[in-house]
């Protein structure tokens, strides 16, 4: 269980974002070195946790509970022989390409404790956006992805530290319940009857989902 690539992108301007700057960071690659990584502050007024990154948008992206995002690789090679194409480490504009972690059932809340310092804490699943499809450039792309349900995993920092590609990942906390990344982001879209069942998770979970789950009604 190891970080393959550690990934930033700079502001890029394109004509398939509804960002008002009119650029995207989803551009990322791979990063030589160390980078550092912290608590961005809240979504709206900090961008993202991942030193060098470009947080173009941050209405949407960005903040405490959007730090970090990872995709793991194996649900990369399995978009290459979907789409029939490569996709490089960072080409789903991940900061963290990881090898032999299970993201879709990682549980909201649970932690990692990547190199020697950082810790993450999951909070939920990427919700795929206009500019995500525009960057792949695949028709129908935001259902497709949405339907897989596969989506990587956002991330809020609790210690801070460096990272680098080789470091190793380390569990050190598993919550009690079972909200997991696949079963929150299936009730934040296709299955709202689940929202009830992502309150489990408690504080841990995207503020988003926990208001849609707290408006909820069957």
Known sequence: MKVLSVNVGRPRAVEYTDAPSGTTGIDKRPADGPVWVADPGPRGEGAGGVAGDAVCDLRFHGGTHQAVYAFA????????GELGRPIADGGFGENLTTRGMDLTGALIGERWRVGGELVLEVTSGRVP??????????RGWVRRFTRQAATGAYFRVVE????RAGDGIEIVHRPGHDVTVGLAFRAFTLQRDLLPRTLAAGGALHPDIREAALKYRP
């Not at 690789?73 to 290459?80: C, I, N, S, V």
């Not at 801070?160 to 990272?163: A, C, E, F, Q």
């Open 73 to 80: 690789r194996e649900d990369l090679d399995f978009w290459e």
């Open 129 to 138: 956006c206009r500019t995500f499809a525009g960057w792949l450039g695949e």
């Open 160 to 163: 801070p530290g460096p990272v």
